[in-house]
């Protein structure tokens, strides 16, 4: 179990901000924890000084760098998902290193395209990358992870792409994490991988480093993948003052070969539709954290950073070329095309915030305030390279590379926020928060071909939140809130948002009209209490109306543009109980989540193509369609058995309900089936500081797909590329979950546990 006297950043869905112990106390929705005496929690994603747990309205949920070990998750999505009632994991990529992530109906994902709604902090630095708001959970150390909360709602403290939650992450050190650490791990899917970590310290200076080398096969064809992280962080201590440098280096190789076919499918369950799919990632990050107490009621606390991120991608693709005659089918023919894209992101910023605790009047009081700025700046390029199909549908070159698209994007956003509690009573305790963004977005065209692309956006919005939480008795809390949140349109939207001049993704960027930003706006309202002292529970209400909801509308063969929409909803329900006895710890967690177009819309329609005039050039999308690629039914189940003190037995089902697919919009056609996944794990202590690990995922082997999409099928049944015959039939393309895997591995462990 992780320290109960730690202090962690965190937020509240409605306004405040909570940390980690809170609520793991209070809303078990990962793991029960045993209840310290007094718990105080974090604030902001700067660690200030603190917030007691019954000030804190919102279910936040929480888990530490003990859950992570004990359910031996390969990295922090593939644990949320397990965990966490509102997070849902498509595999679109078919790579546990590029998952889409939801919570609530908004994402967090890797891939261009998707409409970002979660951000994203490690140790008080947002890490959505600037030029999309893409996360690359890859770039992530699993084996860095001390804490993570996750905070639902539009916080506006958090700034920018709050819609719908926060993540905040934070890092071990010397001190929190000492001794040695170390694991290897092989199994199906030619898996393998090595990590160690080693930290201590020694008077007023400690450290902490570690690093991961993880490499696979892939379950599906030519899809080998291989992950290399590295992380440490130095740290000095005295007369109240804390001093942190820490840098993380990645350079991984991620195939995600994701959707096929289901025509395709049916022959050949591990096939992919077209390949190469490659993204390369390669990351320096560098962060500087200070924290110095004026006084014990008093703190100020900063940090500046500077991120380097280079990402080159290639993707063998196939192109529906008509010959420049839409009515004559003979000259229609599908041909193959290679892209590659190379992106250098610099990432600089710093904030620096102060939090006072005294009295206004004669009540108990506590104020934060800060301020801070981030610069990011992308250098952009596409090329493009004909080619020949293999008979498999990958792709040979037949010719040279051209230089497609060169840009330059910048943005800056500034920021500064306040977050007041104020104790009404001893049980009652009013919160109220606010923040100013502004944000300047820059492109330029560096081929000097296409002046129209350079461009110059402003944004700037005030957002409030405010919530109360009501202690009835000591073990039953009401709270509830208001609040907003704003995000801004990325270079790569406000670049590709023409419908008649889709764009590729990755982006091939246009001259476009401008986008409006998107405003969340809140409300969260629940109960929270404990029956004895085992048993904890929880029930929460909310709903999210976003205005002006930037979406990215396909054209087919990965090609689209982003609009947007007028409004669109997600609200629900989440229930949470867990209980924890001698030898056996259980929870349950049960989410609704209702995402809907709040307003009728023309979308336009991913399968209309000027050579099939049967298909309608846009879908009628009313008010109340569900938004595709968004179960609305999740369930939960997770426990850990103990027969013995050196034997531990768990595992988790998860279920998920049907989808709509995407391109289906409107709701008119039959949904992807939903699917339960059994998951079981052990691990036998053999010897002191020693452990035997094994897991066993999809336990019956389930056959199902995570999330689908409406597309054509450029291949006949030999794999042939199809030829005077239009642009082929429509097909629901789908992404096929990973079938049966068993892995073992061996963990030794000499100091703190």
């Known amino acids: 179990m992780a320290s109960t006297g730690r202090i962690t950043s965190a937020g509240a869905a409605t306004l405040l901000l909570a940390a980690s112990n809170i609520a793991r106390a209070q809303v078990p929705a990962l793991e029960p924890k045993e209840l310290p005496a007094v718990t105080i929690i974090g604030t902001t994603p700067l660690q200030g000084l603190g917030t007691p747990r019954d000030q804190v309205p919102a279910n936040v949920q929480s888990t530490s760098d003990a859950d992570i070990r004990r359910q031996q998750s390969l990295n922090l999505a593939d644990h949320l998902n397990r965990n966490v009632g509102s997070v849902f994991i498509n595999e679109a990529q078919s790579n546990p290193f590029q998952p889409d992530v939801t919570f609530r109906g908004f994402a967090a994902s890797p891939l261009l395209g998707n409409a970002i709604g979660v951000s994203v902090f490690v140790d008080g630095v947002r890490v959505n990358e600037s030029f999309g708001d893409t996360v690359f959970w890859d770039l992530i150390p699993t084996f860095a992870i001390s804490t993570a909360d996750l905070i639902p709602g539009s916080n506006p403290v958090f700034g920018l792409n709050t819609l719908g939650a926060a993540l905040s992450v934070r890092t071990k050190s010397g001190r929190s994490a000492p001794g040695v650490d170390a694991e290897i791990g092989a199994g199906s899917f030619g898996r393998r991988s090595a990590q160690a970590t080693i930290g201590g310290a020694s008077g007023s200076l400690d450290g902490f480093a570690g690093a991961q080398i993880y490499e696979e096969n892939g379950w599906r064809d030519r899809s080998p993948s291989r992950v290399r992280q590295l992380f440490g962080k130095g740290g000095w201590r005295a007369s109240g003052t804390a001093v942190d440098i820490s840098y993380t280096h990645a350079s991984n190789t991620l195939i995600g070969n994701g959707l096929v076919p289901e025509s395709i499918l049916q022959r050949r369950r591990e096939a992919v539709y077209t390949y190469p799919d490659e993204t390369k990632p390669e990351l320096n990050f560098v962060n500087a954290t200070l924290r110095h107490e004026l006084s014990a009621n008093a703190v100020i606390s900063g940090n500046a950073y500077h991120r380097l991120l280079k990402i080159n991608t290639f993707n063998g693709d196939a192109e529906f070329e008509d010959g420049g005659t839409p009515l004559d089918l003979t000259d229609d023919e599908y041909e193959a095309e290679n892209r590659v894209t190379r992106t250098t992101q610099r990432t600089t910023g710093a904030a620096i915030q102060f939090a006072l605790a005294g009295t206004l009047g004669k009540r108990k009081n506590q104020l934060t305030v800060g301020l801070g700025q981030d610069r990011g700046r992308a250098d952009f390029s596409q090329l493009e390279q004909p080619a020949n199909f293999t008979p498999d549908r990958g792709t040979t070159p037949d010719g040279d590379f051209a230089l497609r698209t060169r840009v330059l994007g910048k943005n800056v956003y500034d920021g500064i926020y306040l977050t007041d509690t104020l104790a009404l009573s001893e049980r009652l305790h009013l919160t109220f928060a606010g923040r100013y963004n502004r944000a300047k977005v820059e492109i330029s065209d560096l081929t000097g071909l296409e002046p129209a692309l350079n461009g110059s956006h402003r944004f700037s919005r005030f957002n409030p939140a405010i919530g109360a939480t009501w202690a009835v008795v000591p073990r039953l809390t009401l709270f509830g809130g208001y609040n907003e949140g704003f995000r801004v349109p990325t270079p790569v939207e406000l670049t590709c948002a023409d419908p008649s001049a889709p764009c590729s993704l990755p982006v091939a960027f ?7 930003p998107v405003v969340a706006k809140s409300f969260e309202v629940g109960v929270r209490g404990r029956v004895a002292h085992s048993l904890a529970w929880n029930v929460t209400g909310y709903r999210s109306d976003l205005n002006d909801d930037i979406l990215f509308t396909s054209v087919g063969a990965g090609l689209g543009f982003f609009a947007n929409v007028p409004k669109t909803r997600r609200q629900g329900i989440e229930l949470g109980l867990a209980a924890k006895s001698s030898g056996f710890d259980w929870s349950a967690n049960y989410a609704y989540v209702d995402a809907t177009f709040a307003s ?16 309608p050039a846009t879908i009628a999308v009313s008010a109340g369609d569900r938004l595709p690629a968004i179960p609305a039914h999740r369930l939960k189940l997770g426990g850990d058995y103990r027969p013995a003190e050196a034997l531990s037995l768990g595992g988790s089902v998860l279920y998920a309900s049907s989808q709509y697919l995407r391109g289906d919009e409107s709701n008119r056609l039959a949904q992807l089936p939903g699917y339960t ?10 010897a002191k500081g020693w452990r035997l690990l094994a897991k066993i995922d999809n336990v019956f082997d389930r056959k199902y797909s995570s999330i689908g999409a409406l597309n054509r099928n450029g291949f006949d049944a030999a794999s042939q590329p199809l030829g005077g015959v239009g642009p082929g039939p429509v097909e629901r393309f789908v992404s096929p979950g ?9 963990a030794y462990r000499l100091g703190s546990d």
Not at 510 to 516: G, V
Not at 603 to 615: K, S, V, W
Not at 738 to 746: C, L, S
């Open 677 to 686: 996944i059994v998951n079981l794990r052990g691990e036998y202590r053999f």
């Open 600 to 615: 009728s819309v023309q979308l336009f329609n991913p399968l209309a193509i000027d050579a099939d005039p049967a298909q």
């Open 738 to 746: 990973a079938p049966r895997g068993f892995w073992v591995g061996i």
């Open 510 to 516: 246009i001259a476009d009209p401008p986008l409006k």
